[in-house]
């Protein structure tokens, strides 16, 4: 990864290299975290940060879940986000809030363990490759199974839960394929190791419904307006691996991915980026970057931020 210069841990700014935690930190055994993952654009005013709140939100809702109380409010860590962005004067970064137990007691009830609240932020190009944007990536539908809603809360973004999408696109990569898609328990389409699924079938968009397990992702609410803005009918739907195999498109979608086309599922050719992927994909990259208007709420301008403190 690229470093930058300061990491925002617990209150303040620090160095790069300072941004330690104790190996007795209660995260590290049990996976007991919750993070964000927020992208920074540029846009002709200035770096915005797309979705900002809606992302906090759901870091505070990802810990509430987990039973952990943050130490700070919604309104602190858009703050503090603002002040680790101001730091590095990026034109666009990827930032990455965590909050986890740290070191105290072992044992896996939490108990006293204090909670640790970093925020990192530095330049993270497109997540699949440039090429993934333009021609489409190969995915295969994976042999683990998503994690079930009564395993751990697929609603939270939970550190512990990545394992589940590790294994995943570890077996996909080995397989020479460039992202796994994960099915529930009862095989039905979830999402990938890190993005949301969407498939385009007679002009209609369907995307797994959230009993599929599937992180409600950000990007998956933008894309869903957007489709409606363009005159697209989106219908949240429980979708099996044969409706992927004869889609007329498909794409993946993220905050590290984007919009992200599908060229092949299992070896079943979708062919190059469709055209209402195309749109979408290119409605997407003019909202996040300030050219569209009809979303400009969406957009929090780096300039507009509070200063830290006041
Ligand atoms: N599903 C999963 C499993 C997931 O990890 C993500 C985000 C999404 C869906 C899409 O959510 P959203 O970003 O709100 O649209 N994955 C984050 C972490 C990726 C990583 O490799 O780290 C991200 O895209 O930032």
Redesign the pocket.
């Known amino acids: 990864m690229q470093e930058t210069e300061k990491i925002w841990f617990n209150g303040e700014l620090v160095d790069w290299a300072d941004a330690k935690i104790h190996v007795g930190a209660h995260a590290l055994h049990y996976g007991s975290g919750v993070f ?3 992208r920074c654009y540029e846009t002709a005013t200035g770096p915005a940060v797309f979705r900002l709140t809606d ?1 906090l939100k ?1 870091l505070s809702n990802s810990a509430k879940l987990l039973h952990m109380e943050l130490p700070y409010s919604v309104e602190e860590l858009r703050a503090a986000s603002h002040e680790v962005i101001g730091a590095h004067g990026l034109a666009e970064c ?1 930032l990455r809030p965590i909050a986890f137990y740290g070191y105290g007691e072992l044992g896996v009830h939490p108990g006293r363990n204090p909670v640790d609240v970093a925020i990192m932020s530095w330049p993270w190009g497109a ?1 699949l490759g440039e090429e993934a944007l333009t021609q489409g990536i190969r995915a295969k539908v994976s042999s683990w199974k998503r994690v079930g809603p009564n395993t751990i809360p697929h609603v939270s ?1 939970a550190t512990g839960i ?1 394992l589940n ?1 590790m294994l995943a696109v570890i077996e996909a990569t080995q397989g020479g394929y460039d992202e796994a898609i994960l099915l529930t328990d009862d095989g039905y389409v979830a ?6 699924i969407f498939l385009v079938k007679d002009e209609i968009l369907s995307t797994p419904d959230l009993s599929a397990s ?2 409600p ?4 609410d933008t894309v869903m307006e957007i489709a409606g803005a363009l005159g697209y009918a989106v219908h949240e739907r429980t979708i099996i691996r044969s409706d992927l195999h004869l889609a007329d498109e498909v794409f993946m ?5 984007e919009v992200t086309p599908v060229r092949s599922i299992d070896d079943h050719e979708i062919g190059p980026p469709g055209p209402i992927t195309k749109a979408i994909q290119s409605t997407f990259f003019e909202v996040v970057r300030g050219r569209d208007e009809r979303w400009s709420r969406w957009l929090d301008y780096a300039e507009k931020a509070p200063t830290p403190g006041s």
């Open positions: 964000e993952g927020i992302h759901r990827y997540y973004k990545y999408s999402d990938g190791s890190g993005e949301n599937i992180l992702g950000i990007t998956r979608c993220g905050t590290a991915a």
